[in-house]
């Protein structure tokens, strides 16, 4: 901000940045503008640095990392974890406890599934009619089926495509 102002200050006529410090003050005054704006940045990084102790501070505050069990979020909250606690060891942020939402225990899994499939085929059906009101524009639906892998990399986008593509000779053969 500083070196801004000294900017403007020196290209006195830069109607730019005086309509970005009159915008962000709400004054038209140049100087008040240019005050305003330094007391409201410099009030901003008093609160960041409230905010930095209030962190660090593992007596009241703690990270609670939420995850479901697939490989992309597991990796994703595993950098979480790594940016929180290791990333700057002068500044670590407390983490006690990783939730993983979503797990199949093997005596709800069939049912879950056959719970996820109804409702799946429940909303497909609503998006069928919707899609028929459509008789001028026709509307393909497709369907793309779940795969037991994420598909990541060409690998993964070949075995999408290719579920896509089996999908669609089936549609053009019935």
Known sequence: MERLLKIAQKINQNAAVK???SGATGSQDWESGAAQARSTLLNFQFQMY???DLFS???QTEFLIVTVPTELAVRESMRLLND???ESPDLPIKVRNVIVNQVLEDSSAQVFVDHVRTSQQKSITILERTIDEYP??????????YLDTE???VFGLKVL????????KVE???
């Open 136 to 145: 001028d524009n026709p509307i393909v639906l497709t369907r793309v089926p």
């Open 151 to 153: 598909p990541r990399g």
């Open 50 to 52: 409230d905010l930095e």
């Open 161 to 168: 495509a290719d579920a896509l593509l089996q999908e669609e």
């Open 84 to 86: 929180l606690t290791f």
């Open 57 to 59: 501070n593992a007596e």
């Open 19 to 21: 309509m970005l410090i």
């Open 172 to 174: 053009t053969t019935t």
